[in-house]
Structure formats: C-alpha cells, structure tokens
C-alpha cells in the first residue's frame, strides 16, 4: 500500500484513496451501479463524524458533504477509485440515522434503504461503522449492525473524535466497544470479522490503519451470499 505524508511526521493518507472522485447518487437500490466493482461503504450515526472521516481519509476537503441540518442526507453517494484512469472501486457514503428532528417517515425510508443496500448489494466488501468515541455504540448502530450482520461483510468500527478525549478516556472507550461487541455479536449473528480503532479527523489519528483496513477489503472481492434475498426480506 503507497502512503503520501508531511515531513512534520503526521500520519499520512493512501494514495488510492487520494483518488477518489464523484461518482453518482442513489435514492433507490435500483439507482445503484449495476457493475461488479467492490464497494466500502461508511454508515453512522447524524454528527458522527462520517463525512469528516471520508473527506480526510480521501485528503479531500469537500468530497463529502456535511448537511448543514444532520439527518437531511437522503441518498448514498458513491466515489470512484482508481490510478491510471482505472477504477478498480468505489466508497459508499449512506445517509445519516439517527437524527431526532427527521419525520418518522423518512427515517423509515432511510432505515430500509439502508438495509436494503446492506444485505442485498453483492458489490459490499466491507462496512465502516462512524461511532463518536464519547458515545460508544448506540442502540441506532446495534440495529444497524443486526442489517449488516446477514451478508457476513466485515466491519470496522471508526471511533471518531478521539481527540476530545485524554489518552486513559480513548482506551477505555476503545475497550468498551470491544467488549460490547464480543458479547453481543453471538446474538446478532455477526459472523464476520468486526474490528475497531480509535480516529480523529483534525488529528489525523488512525489514518494509516483505517486506509489499510479499506485497501485489504478493496483487493478481497466480497463473494455472493445465497441468502441474501431472505435476509433483506426479513430486517425490512
């Protein structure tokens, strides 16, 4: 994996991630790209974070966008990745959950959205789970989890704004979610592999290891899963 970085010893960013461009925007699984091209896909709460993480991991300022009001994303947006004119995969940015002022409505048509895309879409190599290190995982992220664990994609959980917490706060909170998840992922059913690592955008904490983490997935093409239909029929 190639890295670019400072000279002041900051940790650098992947170049393959350096490339991602705009590709196009969902509102309906059928909208999705019908290619065979792996996806990563990041999916949080509203105000986890998410497009911050993208935006430094890609070394882009505004590849994601930030809603000015959270929770009013309504689309996945996808970006191409590629060096040489080659696109060899995308990123998935899925809508936000979570945020109290959207109509019940809508989130019900983003909470099937998001499910649908997490146990139907074959192109799915791996999720990235945006959680604010100060929160942990919610309730909204277990359910999320519970959509994503049918498909046996692996997860990596980002816990983002490490930064405003002191050095025994990040490893607690680190442990925390560890520990949640090995007791809770036999009830989930969550039979893929779940990782997690402390991040912070303004610090660039983590990079290296998160651009790592999406490389790997990026270069292992997901296989089919035969169940895919029954499973996204019964989290809808």
């Known amino acids: 994996m190639t890295h670019t970085g400072k000279s002041t010893g900051q940790p650098d960013t992947s170049v393959l991630l350096q490339s991602a461009r705009f590709c196009t925007t969902a509102a309906a699984f059928a909208q999705l790209p019908t290619d065979a091209l792996p996806e990563v896909a990041f999916v949080g709460r509203s105000n986890a974070g998410k497009s911050s993480a993208i935006n430094v991991l890609c070394g882009q300022r505004r590849l994601a966008f930030a809603s000015k009001t959270p929770g009013r994303t309504q689309h996945i947006n996808l970006f191409d990745l590629g060096l ?3 696109v060899i995969g995308r990123l998935a940015d899925l809508p936000g959950y979570g945020f ?16 649908q895309y997490l146990t139907l879409r074959m192109q799915l190599a791996g999720l990235v789970l945006i959680a604010d290190s ?6 909204l992220d277990w359910t999320l989890l519970s959509y ?22 990040r490893a607690a909170s680190a442990r925390k979610v560890r520990d949640d998840l090995q007791q809770r992922a036999a009830g989930l059913r969550l039979l893929a592999p779940v990782s997690v690592q402390l991040f912070s955008s303004t610090q660039r904490l983590g990079l290296v290891e998160a651009s790592r983490t999406i490389e790997e997935w990026l270069q292992t093409p997901p296989d089919g899963t035969d169940d895919a239909d029954d499973a996204a029929e019964a989290q809808i």
Not at 100 to 115: G, H, N, S, Y
Not at 149 to 167: E, F, N
Request: aromatic share 4%.
């Open 100 to 115: 109290a002022a959207v109509p019940m409505e809508t989130k019900q048509r983003w909470q099937r959205f998001i499910a």
């Open 134 to 139: 100060r929160l942990g995982l919610t309730e």
């Open 84 to 86: 040489g004119g080659e």
């Open 148 to 169: 994503a664990a049918p498909a046996a994609r692996p997860v990596h959980v980002l816990l983002t704004k490490a930064d405003k917490l002191t050095q025994a706060q």
